[in-house]
């Protein structure tokens, strides 16, 4: 019989969905599927009077889970157990569970075999799907000592669902043990019926006690089909631990990949493509110029074009629907996927413990957002912009310098201008309308919209840089030289000959230039102000006239009224109020598309210094930054959209989101050594750029649930849909539109043997300073955190949480310059699992170190907040590593179930961070 291995596949562990799988073979199977998004089946595993091959040997045993699907007859290899030492009677504390997905059937037969494991650190390179001349030989590192089958139907029909099975040599003749295999339900209630087993587990007594509490909503079974449309090929993992008053606690590991991945890439490229070729075109539009600025604007043209080409080869490539949604460590440096986030993976664990409500832990793990493909030999943004702005600083002969800060206000307000002027023009001919139906009402309401509009757009230009970037502009202009000197200027910049373009070096270098009337941008910009006062006095008059008592009152800004304005208004004694008002429309229309025009072109000159200043580094830079953040948003999205749908329920979250925004926690394991150091320079930017980020929940009209992002490099609005029932619910802030806003922050702790060459040789500044800036950022959000929150919330959450400790604590520890201080990552992720956050784990791949980062998370949890055995702590540890998600992980990135480590490698490492024996080598990563 053949034997193959399950998550051999491409893309990791694969399942077939049940109903086309029970289709596509013409059989009808019986479905076992109980209730829709649950795991199908979950049992565990106990080994009683094992006999050992060779007597007094004290047996070391491991089981093997194998899976016959009905209608094959090959043997696929499905999952193990741990290695339970010198006993034999083990009780496992991995169990086995099929996922919703998994095509099970009452048909399906499950085939287990014993192993006895003589050398552990061969044990789990036998499971390996590398290729058999690679692999191991089967039997080195353990032999067989029995196996037993059962149909599934079989142990869902026992009595109490409980089979005790003999185990039999591979002739089928001697009885060598039996195996106990125990459907397991999380969350069931069982009458507080105590079925006691007592068994020793490594010298521990343990009642084994099936008494579970209420079932709790906790993992939003409801809002699971929505949440399954971003979630893809899910791996599960069963675990039992014992707790400190010696019952049992359940615990389910999952791990799924995101469709996000692969979605927000795409959608944020096709925003920067949008919002390139209309700068492009802008830059076109920007008119004459003297020869020195044409020629920079040409030169700046060709590479834009160049770089949105790029840009539109990326989104082709990405386009080519795969079906994918995981970028695996091995593509970390393609170039087709560089805006792709690697190894993303929501990594859940829902515990069921005795006498608590059931809880489910969430941490995102994802590579560091980096940008592989251009390498990190300079180093990565952090410092790459630093120098960036600083040589621009510097270079200033012949470009204006305007701060990181004007040019993306700039960009603001260009963006601001296009949004409005349609929408100013569209109420304008919605008064009209209304106007020529003569409805004072509705006149009313559209003078209303075209006020407040007009206001955004008066108010847009308020910023002095319009103004200097207007002067700027008239100077680059064929013939806009000057022709006095403004002063104070320096002797160098007086000695300049004429026909040079002017040097400016400064903002506040700007040149003052004496033909230039400054006030005439004033007189555009104030008349479309004025012409907004005509119309709403008119409105007036014309309401009054009609018997109306009141006014619209829009009230004539300031109080103000021009005289000729008046004049205008009672020399038009005709009652048609279309007519009245047409002309003074038009002339709003015609005062704005000369604010427009003005504006846009000097802003767009700004925008020209900046790019024209250091061509093509500028541009590559933006790449870099667009890669980074890209892979940063697809993570947040995933992180948002998951916690949204996990703590819809919880009327303190949602409060908190809209009133405080979310905290969102990265913790990373780079090291300041090397390529690393680079990769963390790019994350640290990355994350922070999230600020730029803000989320509205909308209700979804269609089966379209995923996301949609909106806007431009310095402001992002991603729409994230819920189905009507969800969105109804919602606070009336969060459904009438309030954006929702992140708080990033990053911790960094370096644990490898590269982290220990920066210590003693190299240089742990950056980590020091982002661990600084990042708690500074933390202290923040908590404190608007305890003003915006309800007091009596707060009080209550006083008493539970010593957050103000947690924090003093974490100064501390940032503070005090201990090596390999990795107490700062687990406070960073204790106090945002307190204030309801985000919680994300990254490491360059996020598939060793993270690994190693979020198991032990799992089992402190278990520790801290549900009583895990204290004796089983390591235990349980090593269970997660050896068999739980996170080496699928590994397998599904490498295709070999080994975490990239070796002996040297591990010594570097902090204690809690080694994985168990047998689980770690030399791999092809
Ligand atoms: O998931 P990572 O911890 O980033 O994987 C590292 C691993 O820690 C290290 O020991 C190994 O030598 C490789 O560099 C791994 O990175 P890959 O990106 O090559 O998987």
Known sequence: MEIKEEGASEEGQHFLPTAQTNESRGTQFTSIQKFPNEPQLEFILACKDLVAPV????????????VIHPAEQSLIRYSSTEIVEGTRDPLFLTGVTFPSEYPIYEETKIKLTVYDVKDKSHDTVRTSVLPEQKDSPPEVGRSFLGFASFKVAELLKSKEQLLSLSLRTSDGGKVVGTIEVSVVKMGEIEDGEADHITTDVQGQKCALVYECTAPESVSGKDNLPFLNAVLKNPVCKLYRF??????WMRIREQMSESILSFHIPKELISLHIKEDLCRNQELKELGELSPHWDNLRKNVLTHCDQMVNVYQDILTELSKDTGSSFKSSSNKGEKTLEFVPVNLHLQRMHVHSPHLKDAVYDVITVGAPAAHFQGFKNGGLRKLLHRFETERRNTGYQFIYYSPENTAKAKEVLSNINQLQPLIATHADLLLNSASQRSPDSLKNSLKMLSEKTELFVHAFKDQLVRS??????????????????????????????????????????PHHSDYDEEEWDRVWAN???????????????????????????????????????????SHPSEDWYEQLSPLVLTLKDCMGEVVSRAKQSLTFVLLQELACSLPQCLTLTLRRDVVFSQALAGLVCGFIIKLHTSLHDPNFLQQLHTVGLIVQYEGLLSTYSDEIGMLEDMAVGISDLKKVAFKIIEAKSNDVLPVITGRREHYVVEVKLPAGMFESLPAQIKEGQLLHVHPVLFNVGINEQQTLAERFGDVSLQ?????????LLKEYYTIFMEKMPPDYISHF??????KG????????????????????????????????IRFTCCKSAKDRTSMSVTLEQCSILRDEHQLHKDFFIRALDCMRREGCRIENVLKNIKCRKYAFNMLQLMAFPKYYRPPEGTYGKADT
């Not at 007597?55 to 194998?66: C, F, H, P």
């Not at 479309?528 to 009141?550: P, T, W, Y």
């Not at 020091?768 to 500074?776: K, L, P, R, V």
């Not at 947690?806 to 005090?816: D, G, K, R, S, Y």
């Open 528 to 570: 479309v102000g004025k012409s907004l006062n005509c119309i709403i006095a008119m409105v007036d008059k014309l309401i009054e006239r009609d018997g109306g008592s009141e006014g619209c009152s829009g009230g004539s800004k300031d109080g103000e009224k021009d005289s000729s304005l008046e004049d205008s208004i009672t």
């Open 806 to 837: 947690l924090l003093e604590n974490l100064h501390q520890n940032i503070q005090a310059k201990k090596r390999k201080n990795v107490e700062i990552v687990w406070l960073a992720a204790t106090i945002c699992r307190k204030l309801n956050g």
């Open 469 to 510: 970037a207007l002067l700027a502009l008239y100077t680059a202009r064929p013939g806009g030289i000057l022709t006095k000197p403004p002063s104070p200027r320096s002797k160098a910049e007086e000695s300049s000959p004429q026909d040079q373009p002017p040097r400016m070096r400064r903002q506040d270098s700007i």
């Open 55 to 66: 007597r007094d040997r004290k047996l070391n045993t491991v089981v093997q889970i194998s």
């Open 242 to 247: 014992p707790t400190s008053d010696n019952k």
């Open 768 to 776: 020091e300073s982002i661990n600084h800036e990042n708690f500074e």
């Open 798 to 803: 006083q008493e539970q949480t010593d957050l």
